[in-house]
């Protein structure tokens, strides 16, 4: 697809949803189930496809060129959607649906569509005057725009700041990294010169092992002011503009804050509770990192050659040092035995023995990709060899990518209207490692791995009727995830796939001793982090 194409599809798709919105909202017979709820799951079907397309342009692929659209088409999408969500008649439809529903129950699976499809539009203000309507609907525009600009503005200072570095400043780094390194400066036309980029598997890795403390400065700071730098790229106003927008959107409907809003119909239901939660663990974590900054001061006293006071980019390193002291556990050491295409297999051996899932890659070319690294399996059941779906992996960082790792769908699972196979992906940020080396990643990398794999798992192993009931309940399916992280430290993964890169043989007893000792090494610091950022 060109993406000189993506605006006109999209203006189009969402014309055509809205007729059909109009058609259901005009039907002039008593609203059902199935003239209305019914309708709307099968209303749209274009658009999602080509959503599909903006959604890859956005988070895998994204460019000047494509931002300049985005910025166009998000309060576009905005008005789209305040179209639809403020239709009176629609929402007439939907709550008579909704009030039979109450008096006699559907079954269960439409009743579960119909609750979600009626507390959706409730909480996007169906229930307002047409005066506060109008504001809503103006309040979703200018977010819209505000959303696009801060995460373009985060993608724009990853993409600016590169660390160069020279041949007498690998001391530290271990042999993939440089290699790693020395493609990322080339590719950026500094050939014989090493790269930073700044991105967290990046940053992460060269905080970890670099011995040169000035760099890990720099680094540590372009990671850690992207969007706040004081130029065109800052976050800080759009960060206040977003909130207060926020506030005002649900203060028309009644609520104090934002939270309050938003958690209604999430597990921990309140703010209260979500804090409660939070400030049960985070005095015993910041006592935590307290120690452990004291065991990082300690060691630095003994071994740095000028006297320093641990600093945020002495972190990771002094870190990874109290780890190797204490526990004997090098995590360079580790990575040897966490070689991606083995952990493919691995994520695939698991959801064989959970979901009875068989993967095969697809002959290359057979299907179509948006970018050369990215590979693609078929998904079918081990006994009866039915087709499931596709697996799309998309494995490494580049320029117009976001960071993190994720999982999607290109298609979900529905049988509504005929049965339709999932296009589920994982996108993860590994540092593409130069021609011919293996890609080596660290414990926790391989724990998120499983975790976005686990998300992939639930889009796959659907089998609900309608589109709605989908994706599962947010952030219930969180659950899932983490359990699945747990698979990759049983026998079973680590005797057949932890497998050193170099000789083949499995990851040693006293290796896996080690890490399962350490497990809870530097936890100081990484419940301080997300509970911070939370
Ligand atoms: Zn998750």
């Known amino acids: 697809m060109n993406l000189a194409d993506l605006k006109p599809a999209m203006e189009k798709a969402m014309a055509l949803n809205l007729a059909e919105i109009e058609k259901i909202a005009n039907n002039t017979q008593p609203a059902t189930f199935e003239n209305t709820i019914e309708e709307m799951e099968r209303a749209g079907k274009e658009l999602n496809r080509v959503f599909t397309y903006y959604g890859i342009w956005s988070s895998n692929v994204s460019t000047p060129e494509f931002r300049t659209i985005q910025q166009e088409m998000a309060p576009k999408i905005s008005e789209f959607n305040s179209k639809i969500s403020q239709n009176e008649k629609l929402f007439q439809r939907i709550k008579v649906v909704y009030d039979n529903a109450q008096k006699n129950p559907l079954p269960a699976d439409q009743q579960r569509v119909v609750e979600l499809v009626y507390k959706g539009f409730e909480m996007e203000g169906a229930n307002l005057s047409p005066e506060q309507k109008q504001r809503y609907a103006a309040i979703n525009k200018e977010l819209s725009t505000l959303y696009t600009k801060f995460s373009n503005n985060i993608l724009a200072d990853e993409e600016k700041y590169v660390v160069y570095f020279t041949k007498d400043q690998l001391s530290g780094l271990p042999e993939s990294f440089v290699k790693a390194a020395a493609k990322a400066a080339a590719d950026r036309g500094k050939e014989g010169q090493y790269a930073v980029t700044n991105t967290r598997s990046s940053m992460d890795q060269f905080l970890t092992y670099s011995d040169e403390r000035a760099l890990r400065e720099k680094v540590w700071k372009n990671y850690y002011s992207r969007a706040d730098n004081n130029d065109e790229n800052d976050n800080k106003q759009n960060i206040v503009d977003i909130l207060k927008l926020r506030r005002e959107r649900v203060q028309l409907m009644g609520y104090d804050n934002y939270a309050q809003w938003r958690l209604q119909d999430r597990m921990a239901k309140t703010p209260e509770a979500a804090m409660d939660l939070m400030m049960a663990v985070w005095p015993s974590a910041i006592a935590r990192a307290k120690e452990e900054v004291a065991d990082m001061q300690q060691l630095a006293n003994k071994t740095s050659k000028t006297k320093i006071t641990i600093e945020p980019w002495d972190y990771r390193y002094y870190a990874e040092k109290v780890r190797q002291q204490k526990y004997d556990l090098n995590s360079d050491e580790v990575k040897q035995y966490l070689e ?34 990215v590979k693609v399996w078929e998904v079918t059941d081990k006994t009866t060899g039915d087709h499931i779906g596709l697996w799309y992996l998309d494995p490494f960082a580049r320029q117009g990518k976001r960071s993190g790792a994720w999982a999607t ?32 990643v660290s414990w926790d990398d391989a724990e998120t791995f499983f975790h976005e794999f686990g998300h992939a798992l639930h889009f ?44 083949g043989e499995p990851m040693p007893k006293e290796l896996v001793a080690k890490i399962e000792k350490a497990s809870t090494f530097n936890q100081g610091f990484a419940t301080t982090e997300f509970l911070a950022s939370a």
Do not use: C, M
Request: zero cysteines.
């Open 460 to 503: 796959l192993a659907s089998n609900v009727k309608y589109p709605t009931l989908n994706s599962g309940v947010r952030d219930y399916t969180e659950f899932q995830s983490q359990l699945l992280e747990r698979w990759l430290s049983t026998d079973k993964v680590i005797n057949q796939f932890l497998k050193h890169y170099k000789t």
């Open 340 to 373: 991606l295409g083995n952990l493919t297999q691995a994520i695939f051996f698991t959801a064989g023995e959970l979901f009875n899932f068989n993967f095969t890659p697809v002959p290359e070319g057979s299907v179509p990709v948006f970018h050369e690294d």
């Open 409 to 440: 769908t290109y298609r979900a699972h529905t049988t509504f209207d005929g049965k339709k196979t999932v296009l589920s992906s994982n996108n993860s940020n590994f540092v593409k490692p130069a021609p011919g080396e293996p890609v080596l």
